[in-house]
């Protein structure tokens, strides 16, 4: 790290244990720019998985499909590699500017989940003596015993590279059919894993009474609670805008999430900053920032609203 005096700051350490201190890696990973200028970095390898388990499913609702989650974790020793939510008005979305890919069921459900578990161990990728993949078999059998009780409505499971890079694809067209649509409110928030239903259960609620004829896209890495959450008004209104965001946060913070989950705050996030972020936070950010920066130099601007 060049700090803005010009001094290198070397936290260059490849050990997994070091508890020497303030841990000032991690403050310069968050601090986006505004407090030095990052040129190195160690990096953690992990083993290229050997086999994937794909599949594209309609769960009954959100909670079952969190059911689902835990189920394939306990099952798999934690190897779930993606669990994304894609509800039906994404698949709506996608249909409308993409007609050119295929949906994966002939009737629309509301809860879409991609999920993939990884192998990298010989005993789950090893095919068995009948050609069957082990880890494949764990997640068919694990999806047949819920479709038996009815929490899995339906579900394609990849059978090659080629059937699993297009549930992929359906899934990382998301930026490019949320913003074809202007005039678009997106955000970026985290949530308790179990309390995402109701997140959207209490926005649908409250958004009537902000833009009666609004609508809503989202898509979210469910296995880890990140929810990126886009509402589409009626109008291109900075005062509805700030009530629509608002209202995203108050339900957010009522859940113990954050505003901001994964994209950093910038400058799109600091009215949030302002709003929701700790006072005392804040404080001891401005503390660091005119201690390392008392110039202002990087990044200005930025992460830290003005007092």
Avoid at 13 to 39: C, P, W
Avoid at 74 to 85: D, I, M, P, R
Avoid at 224 to 250: I, K, Q
């Amino acid at each position: 790290m060049v700090l803005p005096d010009g001094r290198i700051l070397n936290l260059m350490s490849e050990l997994h244990k070091n508890n020497s201190g303030y841990d000032l890696r991690q403050m310069f990973i968050g601090a986006e720019g505004t407090l030095g200028v990052i040129t190195a970095a160690v990096m953690k390898l992990v083993p290229r998985p050997k086999a994937y388990a794909t599949a594209t499913l309609a769960a009954r609702s959100l909670p079952d499909a969190l059911d689902l989650l835990n189920r394939l974790q306990e099952a798999s020793g934690g190897a779930v590699e993606a669990f994304e939510y894609m509800p039906a008005s994404y698949m709506q979305r996608l249909s409308e500017c993409r007609p050119d890919i295929r949906l994966p069921f002939d009737r629309r459900y509301d809860t879409n989940i991609l999920v993939e578990i990884a192998a990298t161990a010989p005993k789950d990728y090893t095919p068995n003596a009948d050609g069957t993949v082990p880890v494949v078999a764990l997640l068919e059998d694990t999806l047949a015993a819920l479709i038996e009780t009815g929490a899995v409505l339906d579900a394609e499971i990849a059978q090659n590279d080629a059937q699993r890079l297009a549930m992929w694809k359906r899934r990382e067209l998301a930026a490019e059919i949320t913003i074809d649509r202007q005039p678009t409110i997106d955000t970026d928030i985290a949530l308790p894993l179990h309390l995402v239903p109701e997140f959207f259960t209490r926005f649908d609620a409250r958004l009537p009474d902000l833009d009666a004829g609004a609508d809503t896209i989202s898509v979210a890495h469910l296995g880890d609670g990140n929810v990126h959450f886009s509402v589409y008004p009626t109008r291109d209104d900075p005062a509805l805008y700030d009530a629509v965001v608002e209202a995203v946060e108050d339900i957010v913070a009522d859940l113990g999430g954050s505003f901001s989950a994964e994209h950093g705050v910038g400058l799109s996030k600091l009215n949030s900053m302002a709003r929701r972020k700790d006072p005392v936070a804040l404080d001891v950010m401005r503390a660091v920032k005119a201690a390392l920066d008392p110039q202002g130099l990087m990044n200005p601007g930025k992460v830290i609203p003005a007092r």
